[in-house]
């Protein structure tokens, strides 16, 4: 008999409906069979909790896992290297050392070569800003 013939008859069969004393008595060896809830406790709270998210998440994922799948192993891949990262720049921080003072004497002499080349004679001089008055009206506003 081929597979096509049996999946054909069993689709001509009728199902039958449990008899009630049946249905009766297996559901109340199954509720008996269930701990009784813990009054207080969390965990019978979390459990529906975790049942229906994990129905609403497959009900959401199932349309293409193949790519949910790939999605969460591309995740995996890029924490993996920002963590592998994340070490060598710490690492190369703790190294770095400041510059010398002839270093800096020369970025002094390079600034202040830019400034000339540029036309600005004052570069050399810090710009000294004389203190500007407080304004009255700012403080009105204020206490307004």
Known sequence: MKTD?????????HL???PAGWRREILARACQAL???????HASRVIPFL??????????????PRAWAGLAAAWVVI?????????????AARRVVPPSPQIREMLREQEQLLAELCGS????RPKVLPPRPQSLYRNESFNA
């Open 35 to 41: 701990p009784a809830p813990v009054p207080g406790h």
């Open 51 to 64: 049942s229906s998210l994990n129905q609403q998440l497959s009900t959401l994922l199932w349309p293409h």
């Open 79 to 91: 924490l993996a290297a920002n963590v592998a990262c994340r070490d060598d720049a710490t690492a």
């Open 121 to 124: 004679p004052a570069a050399d």
């Open 5 to 13: 013939d049996f999946e054909k008859r069993l689709q001509r069969q």
């Open 16 to 18: 039958r409906e449990i």
